[in-house]
């Protein structure tokens, strides 16, 4: 058995090792796309000097001589001012360019203007008062967006600001997915005897959806050799594929021997609890190039957490997201035990399914790896290391499902 951190540590850097491909898109189809190339700014934002009131641009030097001032032009956003004439105001409005000379900006709600035309103000300008200065917010030659950077409606809109209308991001990745099971019926079909409902492939589907990957499913396929080998040889041109079911070693188990007809197996048992068996290996395809393959437990339970802690973030890391953002032990917290937990495995450290509460985090009553709705009614897992008995009032490693599902 190979215990997770080391299965981990081995399995990550293969993920970043690959060189995904790029595309390059219209910023308007850029959501929820990882940026492949950093988005620098070419431009001042904002690009002048402009007012961010309706009012008057006066030079406060002027105010030592003069109390009232001849409108000398008028500058409406989107036009370009004259030099601000000696003595004189100019009639600005709300994002208009500072005229030059122009040194701070009276709101109108403090100006007068008198039946000569002339204007007075309430109040003696402060030097800057109400000017947005050129270059506050980005200035030309920043990194805007580093690459790596799933893009969001924030990040494409400041995209946008510096004019930018194309972006390369990574090609969206291509995630093949079956389930093994002779006994599995799909959900709105009636079940035969022994027949249960495939649900471990919604899981995946939600999670995949939500990692915005392409999604191709096979399906059930049933327990044979031959049916396994074919559902591999369909999906090996994907970039990953995932299977649950089948990994055990039964008369019933076909997952190992059809990798391994075509291609290697390089860790087949984790020291995880749920979650073992788990098959990690390679698919070889015709062209001498190699398609990841992960084998899932059957379980539910154990094919949800295995896909959580293991496939997610590997395929997370292919699509270019830095190792901070998808290594979910750095989102582990510690957190008080409001149970015990007196038989732990001694061979395996342990997941448990855990509720966050104000009293503490209580435990899910069946931890069996075939309960799915430990899943649903628990909101994170408890890390538990091998042989942990757990004490009431215990500190515990707990990761959260938001963290876990991001
Ligand atoms: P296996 O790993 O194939 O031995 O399956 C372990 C357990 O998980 C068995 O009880 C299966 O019936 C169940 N199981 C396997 N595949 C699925 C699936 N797609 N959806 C729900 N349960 C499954
Ligand atoms: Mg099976």
Known sequence: MIDLDSLLSSLWPIAQARVPDTEVIRIEDAF?????????????????????????AVRCADFLSCSQFAVSQRVPAGSAPQPLEQGTVARVFTGAP?????????????????????????????SGQWIRRRGEDIVAGQVLVPSGTRLNAFKVSLIASVGVHEVEVYKRLK??????????????????????????????????????????SLGIVPDTLSATCDALRKLRGCDVVISSGGVSVGEEDHVKPAVESMGTLSSWKVATKPGKPLAVGELNRDDGSTCRFFGLPGNPVSSSVAFLLLVKPFIALMQGHALEAVDWRLRLREKTA??????????????????????GLTLFPNQSSGVLTSMDQSTGLVRLPVGKVVRRGDSLSYVDFQDLMQ
């Open 175 to 216: 995630v093949g997915v079956f389930v093994t099971g002779s006994e599995l019926q799909r959900p709105g079909q009636p079940l035969s005897p022994g027949q249960i409902y495939n649900s471990n492939e919604y899981v995946w589907r939600g999670l995949l959806r939500a990692m915005h990957v392409e999604i191709e």
């Open 32 to 56: 929820d796309r990882v940026l492949a190339k950093p988005v620098i700014s070419g431009l001042d934002v904002p690009g002048h000097d402009n007012t961010s009131m309706d009012g008057y």
């Open 98 to 126: 500072i005229p030059e000379g122009a040194d701070a900006v009276i709101m109108q709600e403090e100006a007068t203007v008198g039946e000569d035309g002339l204007v007075a103000f309430a109040n003696l300008p402060k």
């Open 338 to 359: 409001d149970f015990d937990w007196l038989r732990p495995d001694t061979r395996r450290e342990e997941f448990l399914r855990v509720r966050d509460t104000p009293q």
